[in-house]
């Protein structure tokens, strides 16, 4: 299992695009879950944010297109709560 590290490197495009929408990404690891939290910032666009499921597949993508290995079930991404 890759270590949060590597999977925020591969994911570094995307974290760029939300970061500009006025969000944050983050990612954790533990043993059997990969954890990535977008979370709202006080400038957050509301209108920008994806569906998650559309989001968890641009993120299996981009793990996938830069070589990081997430077997399935094992990605978890979590959004922030509804305004």
């Known amino acids: 299992m890759p270590d949060a590290e590597t999977v925020s490197r591969a994911l570094s495009d995307i974290e760029s695009a939300l970061r500009s929408d006025g969000y944050g990404l983050q990612v954790a690891v533990t043993p059997g879950?990969?954890?990535v939290s977008i979370?709202?910032?006080?400038?957050?666009c509301a209108e920008?944010?994806?569906p998650v499921?559309?989001?968890?597949?641009?993120i299996q993508s981009e793990l996938a297109h830069h070589g990081v290995?997430?077997?399935a079930g094992v990605l978890r991404i979590?959004?922030?709560?509804p305004r």
């Open 33 to 35: 879950q990969v954890l």
């Open 53 to 58: 499921d559309l989001m968890t597949a641009m």
């Open 69 to 71: 290995h997430v077997a």
């Open 39 to 44: 979370e709202a910032g006080p400038s957050s």
């Open 48 to 50: 920008c944010l994806v």
């Open 78 to 81: 979590t959004y922030p709560d």
